[in-house]
Every structure is written in C-alpha cells, then in structure tokens.
C-alpha cells in the first residue's frame, strides 16, 4: 500500500508491528500465545498508512477483524478506517494480499463471533465488560474471481486512496444516542437503520428538501433515475454553498449511485452533465470537485448515519479539513435528519439546550 506510513502510537502494537517488518513474516508473533496477522490501511481522516496486529481468525481464507481494542469502551482507530475505505493489506506469515473489509451483522456475525472467541476466548470476556457490541469485519480476499465494485463506487476508491487529494470522513453519528440526549420527541422514537435508509434515498432525489441550509430553495432537480449494477442510477444539480466561501453559491452537478443491498449512496461531482432537457450544464469552478458518500451502518435499533467526502486538490487542503472538523464537532444530528423526523415521520423535533 503506497503512501506516507505512521508508526502507532501505542507501544505494544508498534513492538508487534517492528517485529513482523523485520522478520518479514507474523509466525511467532502472538498475543497472551494466539497468533496474529498483520494488516495495513489507510487513515480514514488523513490517508496516512498505519499497520496494527489482528488475532489470526481465518476459515476458508477469509479473515476476520475484531474490534475490540481489548475490551475499551470505544471502537478502535481502525474501525472508522475499514468503514470508510474497506481495501486493506493483510500479512499471514510470509504472504501478504489485499482484501475488501465488510462489517458483518445478524447470523453472519454470530457466526464469526464463535469462530472469533474459538481463536481468542478473551474476546468473550472483552464483551461481557463493555456496554456496546464489539464491531466484526469479514476481509475477502481481492481477485479477478470476485465481482468488482459498482464503477462508480469504485471511482469513490480511487479518489479517496489518491496522494493529494484531501479526504474527510465524519465520525458515525449514532442516531438514538444523540437523540436521547439532546433532543425531545412528541412521542416515543426510535430511528431504525430501514428509516435511516429511507431518508437516504429521498434526500439523493430532493436534495432542496432535506439540506436547505446547503442548497439554494428551487434550485435543485434529478433525473435519468435507472436500475443498474444492482443499484438505481441518477443525475441530479443544485445550487450549493462553496466550502470555504459560504455566502457564494455555485452549480454543483452529480451522478449518484444507490446501493440497496449496502445501503451506501455514492455522489461523484462532474464538471460537465447533459441536463433532462438535453442542455449542457456546467458546474462551477469556484471551488475542486467533491465526491461525497452517504451510508447506513449499525444494527436496525442501533443504526449509524455515515458520511465521507473526498475533494479532488493537488495537494492537501487544511481549510478543507478545518470546515469538517467543525461540523464533527457539532453535538446536533444532521439537519437532513431532523427534517426526516419533523417532516417525514411527522414527529415533534425540540432541541434541548444546556441550562445556564
């Protein structure tokens, strides 16, 4: 895996790590005697490379992933990476391949989970001691034999591993938590991962409608919806707020892919779009091009609304990054989400606000 590689921070894991790079294989390395691989990835915020020792859990030359972080009340650092960029590097002895990471749910997690706990039985103990489900991954191996990834999932790909490009993905909002805390409901709510998929797919139509603040009121219109690669095809455009200058808008031209089965929609930003009438349309140059995804992680009662976006520079923009780490550090949920909930649920939404 190309690009700048960052050592761990923690001293176990680096010691691992200096281990299996000098003797050019992960046999006889282990943990509390379990043996362990070795796998590589990308920052999901920085694009910088990392490696980080895994407990060797292999059938059929699958692998899985558990993040447990030793039974810690957090996910690991690892975990938002593999959801944001699932192509990772895996070292078993002295072979190392490329896999695509999917975090696994329902009867396939309980599957891996007891092959999980047969290769470390601590993992059992790590979640009797922490209040949320420890993550699991299954890593497939990449082959010609594999079906490749929708094309334009895997432009997504390639923009986001490219060096020079600046990349963002936002911390996992969990929905009902933020909910719970923060916020009153005319009635008893839980957001489910089907509603969150619902309002997804609604939004990719009528952006106007669920991100006003972002989108200039009747500015925005899709077209061309097909079926395709499994998915739904569209195009759509918008008048939107640039990045760095929010008081100016621009025309911003998308074409969107709708994966059902994952319940990811993938929007790549195009300089040039045939309109529905067949007028040429022309996005403005104020700004880089942006691809953003949108997906639904979680459980159906726990669901995760998930967001990354990757704009096409030259070079790493820390403006950029400095306009997404302000709105990580924003304690509300998304506005499209409370909209979904005021206007599609038709649910009384109120902010609570922190007294004094």
Same mark, same amino acid.
């Given at each position: 895996m190309?690009?700048?590689?960052?050592?761990?921070?923690?001293?176990?894991?680096?010691?691992?790590?200096?281990? &299996?790079?000098?003797t050019?294989?992960?046999?006889?390395?282990?943990?509390?005697?379990?043996?362990? #691989?070795?796998?590589?990835? *990308?920052?999901?915020?920085?694009?910088?490379?990392?490696?980080?020792?895994?407990?060797r859990? %292999?059938?059929?030359? *699958?692998?899985a992933? #558990?993040?447990?972080?030793?039974?810690? !009340?957090?996910?690991?650092r690892?975990?938002?990476? $593999?959801?944001?960029?699932? $192509?990772?590097? /895996?070292q078993?002895?002295?072979?190392?391949?490329?896999?695509r990471? @999917?975090?696994?749910?329902?009867d396939?997690?309980?599957?891996?989970w007891r =092959?999980a706990?047969?290769?470390?039985?601590?993992?059992a103990?790590?979640q009797?001691n922490? %209040?949320?489900?420890?993550?699991v991954?299954?890593?497939?191996?990449?082959?010609?034999?594999?079906?490749?990834?929708p094309p334009f999932?895997?432009?997504?790909?390639?923009?986001? +591993?490219?060096?020079?490009?600046? =990349?963002?993905?936002?911390?996992?909002?969990?929905i +009902?938590k933020?909910?719970?805390?923060?916020?009153?409901?005319?009635?008893?709510?839980?957001?489910?991962?089907?509603?969150l998929?619902?309002?997804?797919?609604?939004?990719?139509?009528?952006p106007?409608?669920?991100?006003?603040?972002?989108?200039?009121?009747g500015?925005? =219109?899709?077209?061309?919806?097909?079926?395709?690669?499994g998915?739904?095809?569209?195009?759509r455009?918008?008048m939107?707020?640039?990045?760095?200058? !929010?008081?100016?808008?621009?025309?911003?031209?998308?074409?969107?892919?709708?994966?059902?089965?994952e319940?990811?929609?993938?929007?790549?930003? &195009?300089?040039? /779009?045939?309109?529905?009438?067949?007028?040429? $349309?022309?996005a403005g140059?104020?700004?880089?091009l942006?691809h953003?995804?949108?997906?639904v992680?979680?459980?159906?009662?726990?669901p995760?609304?998930?967001? @990354?976006?990757?704009?096409?520079?030259?070079?790493?923009?820390? @403006? /950029?990054?400095?306009?997404? %780490?302000?709105?990580?550090?924003?304690?509300?949920?998304? %506005?499209?989400?409370?909209?979904?909930?005021?206007?599609?649920?038709?649910?009384?939404?109120?902010?609570?606000?922190p007294?004094?």
């Open positions: 190309f690009g700048d590689y960052e050592p761990s921070g923690s001293a176990w894991v680096r010691g691992h790590v200096e281990q &299996v790079v000098h050019g294989t992960t046999d006889g390395v282990s943990v509390k005697g379990r043996p362990i #691989v070795l796998m590589t990835y *990308r920052g999901a915020r920085t694009g910088i490379v990392r490696k980080t020792p895994l407990m859990i %292999e059938h059929e030359g *699958r692998y992933a #558990v993040a447990s972080q030793g039974g810690a !009340p957090s996910n690991p690892w975990y938002a990476s $593999l959801a944001a960029g699932p $192509l990772v590097e /895996l078993d002895g002295t072979v190392t391949r490329e896999y990471a @999917r975090e696994v749910s329902g396939e997690k309980d599957l891996w =092959r706990v047969d290769a470390f039985p601590d993992f103990e790590y009797r922490v %209040e949320r489900q420890i993550p991954f299954v890593l497939e191996p990449v082959s010609g034999d594999q079906p490749a990834l999932e895997a432009e997504f790909a390639r923009a986001w +591993n490219a060096p020079g490009h600046t =990349r963002y993905h936002l911390p996992d909002t969990d +009902n933020v909910l719970a805390a923060r916020y009153t409901t005319g009635v008893p709510l839980t957001v489910t991962r089907a509603m998929w619902d309002m997804e797919v609604r939004k990719a139509a009528r106007g409608t669920y991100i006003p603040y972002v989108v200039q009121a500015s925005d =219109r899709s077209w061309g919806r097909h079926p395709g690669d998915g739904e095809y569209l195009d455009c918008s939107q707020r640039l990045w760095l200058a !929010p008081q100016r808008r621009e025309l911003i031209l998308e074409r969107a892919f709708l994966n059902h089965r319940q990811k929609i993938t929007f790549l930003g &195009v300089p040039e /779009l045939t309109g529905p009438d067949g007028t040429p $349309l022309h140059t104020g700004q880089p942006f953003v995804e949108h997906s992680g979680g459980t159906e009662s726990e995760l609304n998930q967001w @990354r976006i990757v704009h096409l520079t030259g070079a790493a923009d820390d @403006r /950029l990054t400095a306009v997404f %780490e302000h709105m990580a550090a924003s304690p509300w949920l998304a %506005e499209y989400t409370e909209i979904y909930i005021r206007h599609d649920l038709g649910i009384h939404l109120g902010r609570q606000y007294s004094g």
